[in-house]
Nanobody
Framework: VQLQASGGGLVLAGGSLRLSCTAS????????VGWFRQAPGKEREGVACVGVGSVPKYLADSARGRFTVSRDDLANTVYLQMNSLVPEDTAAYFC????????????????WGQGTLVTVSS
């Protein structure tokens, strides 16, 4: 039972990446799913969250206007489209079940998995 993040890599500033979060062993459609990131020496940050049935959606201030979160429940997958990347987005990104609201998201709970590394070079 886990959520596996993938799609990270090395990208130039201004570029784009799409991260995928695929659930196995449980029906992710019954849960909100959040994207979190942690850069070396920094605290974990909740970046985006999508609720059950894709409602609500939340984006942190650092992500708003550049990132989009979506889900495909038939594929048991949640996506994080990241555009206009900047070096400050460099971090390990992971997904986990979370409570989402329009103006915040909870800490991860219940299910999570290995992250994927995003490196943005200037």
């Amino acid at each position: 039972v886990q959520l596996q993040a993938s799609g990270g890599g090395l990208v130039l500033a201004g570029g784009s990446l799409r991260l995928s979060c695929t659930a196995s062993g449980f029906p992710a459609r019954h849960y909100g799913v959040g994207w979190f990131r942690q850069a070396p020496g920094k605290e974990r940050e909740g970046v985006a969250c999508v609720g059950v049935g894709s409602v609500p959606k939340y984006l942190a201030d650092s992500a708003r206007g550049r990132f989009t979160v979506s889900r495909d429940d038939l594929a048991n997958t949640v996506y994080l489209q990241m555009n206009s990347l900047v070096p400050e987005d460099t971090a390990a990104y992971f997904c986990a079940t979370a409570e989402c609201s329009v103006d915040t998201m909870s800490q991860p709970f219940a299910f999570w998995g290995q992250g994927t590394l995003v490196t943005v070079s200037s």
